[in-house]
């Protein structure tokens, strides 16, 4: 049945079905998704080019935000999938010809190779980019626990609230996080008062008196920051 559009007192038939708005949206997506696959060649070519650093700017991501106003983390993506697709014929050529969605690309650059992209795009013709995004997360959480865990740097991050005060990250090994928290434990400003010490401490009972300096340490003079790294 054709739809109608209403306005005040009179109405406009519109020469079209429920199926043909239908058909037409599918192939205006596919029509977008070719031109996303002239965009994407386009900026690849530009990159490898160095275009940008002659114009001044930091990187292709950065010339992309001052040129076509992209935002910064869509900018870089452009530029990753980009890149990707150079090394992934099979994958681009089905973006370039509409069968595959943009959504559904940017998803596939994260995980496809020259070995499996055959098989990834069958998977991909036949799942939703909603779909392909839940795979791909199991796929790099499982391929991650393969992979040693590397420990992390120590380290002390102070971040300026807007309220005034001082929010600190600090990254420690878990005997020394348990020591710290020890030592933190004697006091309790939010329920004391600002400056005043944990009754337990006050009595001589601290558990961080009882912990001792850290091993290989000696203990911090007066002055150190509150890291005590």
């Given at each position: 049945?054709?739809?109608?559009?209403?306005?005040?007192?009179?109405?406009?038939?519109?020469?079209?079905?429920?199926?043909?708005?239908?058909?037409?949206?599918?192939?205006?997506?596919?029509?977008?998704?070719?031109?996303?696959?002239?965009?994407?060649?386009?900026?690849?070519?530009?990159?490898?080019?160095?275009?940008?650093?002659?114009?001044?700017?930091?990187?292709?991501?950065?010339?992309?935000?001052?040129?076509?106003?992209?935002?910064?983390?869509?900018?870089?993506?452009?530029?990753?999938?980009?890149?990707?697709?150079?090394?992934?014929?099979?994958?681009?050529?089905?973006?370039?010809?509409?069968?595959?969605?943009?959504?559904?690309?940017?998803?596939?650059?994260?995980?496809?190779?020259?070995?499996?992209?055959?098989?990834?795009?069958?998977?991909?013709?036949?799942?939703?980019?909603?779909?392909?995004?839940?795979?791909?997360?199991?796929?790099?959480?499982?391929?991650?626990?393969?992979?040693?865990?590397?420990?992390?740097?120590?380290?002390?991050?102070?971040?300026?609230?807007?309220?005034?005060?001082v929010k600190l990250e600090i990254v420690l090994s878990p005997d020394e996080a348990l020591r710290r928290a020890d030592g933190q434990a004697c006091y309790r400003p939010d329920a004391i008062g600002v400056g005043r010490k944990h009754p337990d401490l006050?009595?001589?009972?601290?558990?961080?008196?009882?912990?001792?300096?850290?091993?290989?340490?000696?203990?911090?003079?007066?002055?150190?920051?509150?890291?005590?790294?």
């Open positions: 049945m054709p739809l109608q559009w209403e306005q005040s007192n009179c109405v406009i038939p519109i020469m079209c079905t429920v199926a043909d708005l239908g058909a037409e949206i599918a192939e205006l997506a596919a029509r977008l998704d070719s031109a996303t696959h002239r965009l994407l060649e386009c900026i690849r070519q530009f990159d490898q080019s160095n275009e940008w650093y002659a114009q001044g700017a930091v990187s292709c991501a950065h010339w992309l935000c001052w040129r076509i106003g992209l935002d910064q983390g869509i900018a870089r993506e452009k530029v990753r999938v980009a890149r990707v697709l150079g090394e992934l014929p099979k994958i681009d050529d089905a973006l370039r010809v509409g069968k595959l969605s943009y959504a559904k690309v940017r998803a596939l650059t994260r995980v496809a190779t020259a070995t499996n992209e055959a098989q990834l795009l069958d998977l991909a013709l036949a799942a939703t980019g909603a779909q392909l995004e839940r795979i791909w997360r199991g796929y790099r959480s499982a391929k991650s626990q393969d992979r040693p865990c590397l420990p992390e740097n120590r380290s002390v991050r102070r971040r300026l609230l807007p309220g005034g005060m006050a009595a001589g009972v601290g558990r961080r008196a009882q912990v001792g300096p850290w091993p290989g340490r000696e203990r911090a003079p007066l002055g150190r920051n509150a890291a005590g790294l």
